[in-house]
């Protein structure tokens, strides 16, 4: 049931390897964890369920399917409005804190103003998630604890896909409101796909994303007003044929946004995703353009 509310994480992320490592892709969902441990609930002034409002909830199901396909999926089992995996490790907004950040903290970046850092001081609707300022301590244990293992992990599987393969294809999935996008002529977008402005991915992956998409239905925009966050940028790096591309998926489709339930058509979503995603690679495997996501 969820969210889960527990003393610890245990543990703090999962990787589920395919049977065989058969496709050049890592899936990661780094912000549908729903298992809130009760020291953070006793810190914030929100209930469980407004701290979920920050949650990409459900979507770990979504790409479910991913080991299937021949790539791992790794997810984080602990909150985003508890530390954003999306964030440099130390964008860190002083007010939240007694005692002083480390001189390397970013504090003037523009998701730290935002009070969306790296241990966020808000949730996705705007409410304070605290009532009293937190020990630094706290925020760096967090950041050991959690974030650097999970992203040395990340990392890990990434190189091991480029090694086997000559190339990696991380997929980094999410979820959005359905009041945060909108399409030029008005109608609401199903997915946007973030690929950093053509920086962090080859053209080519995209192109065959999002032609799998629409051939199922959706619509589809690119990069606004998601273009990809820290995950995106940090590994996407297409000229050492090491690509990433953020899926967005409007969660209007696919759950009741205020009572956080699934839809009926649920299920229907989740198997599309598996199924465009095993429409790429197999254009991958087929040899369509393998040159233009190779290291070069």
């Known amino acids: 049931m969820r969210p889960v509310i527990a003393d610890e994480f245990e543990p703090p992320y999962v990787v589920v390897e395919p049977t065989g490592h058969t496709a050049p892709f890592v899936f990661n969902v780094p912000h549908a964890g729903a298992v809130y441990p009760t020291s953070f609930l006793s810190e914030s002034r929100l209930d469980a ?115 086997a393969f000559g190339h990696a294809v991380l997929i980094d999935c999410h979820s959005m409101p359905s009041s945060s996008v909108s399409r030029d002529d008005g109608a609401k977008a199903d997915i946007v796909l973030g690929d950093r402005y053509g920086t962090s991915c080859a053209v080519v992956l995209v192109d065959l994303v999002e032609a799998a998409l629409r051939g199922r239905g959706y619509t589809v925009v690119r990069n606004k007003p998601y273009a990809g966050g820290f995950i995106t940028e940090h590994y996407g790096e297409p000229a050492l044929g090491r690509h990433a591309l953020q899926v967005e998926i409007n969660r209007a489709i696919y759950m009741d946004e205020r009572s956080m339930q699934k839809k009926p058509r649920f299920a229907a979503v989740a198997s599309d995703m598996t199924q465009v995603f095993a429409q790429v690679i197999g254009d991958l495997s087929g040899g369509l353009m393998p040159r233009q996501i190779a290291a070069e």
């Not at 791992?72 to 490790?89: H, Q």
């Open 49 to 163: 369920m407004a701290l979920r409002r920050s949650e990409d909830a459900f979507v770990d199901e979504l790409f479910a399917g991913a080991p299937g396909l021949g790539a791992p999926l790794m997810a984080a089992r602990f909150p985003r409005a508890y530390l954003d995996l999306n964030r440099e490790p130390y964008e860190l907004d002083s007010r939240m804190f007694d005692g002083r950040l480390p001189p390397f903290a970013n504090t003037r970046s523009m998701r730290v103003a935002g009070g969306l850092g790296t241990i966020p001081r808000i949730v996705a609707d705007g409410q304070e998630i605290y009532g009293s300022r937190l020990s630094v301590e706290e925020a760096l244990h967090r950041i050991e604890w959690l974030y650097k293992p999970y992203h040395r992990t990340l990392r890990q599987l990434i190189r091991r896909t480029s090694q």
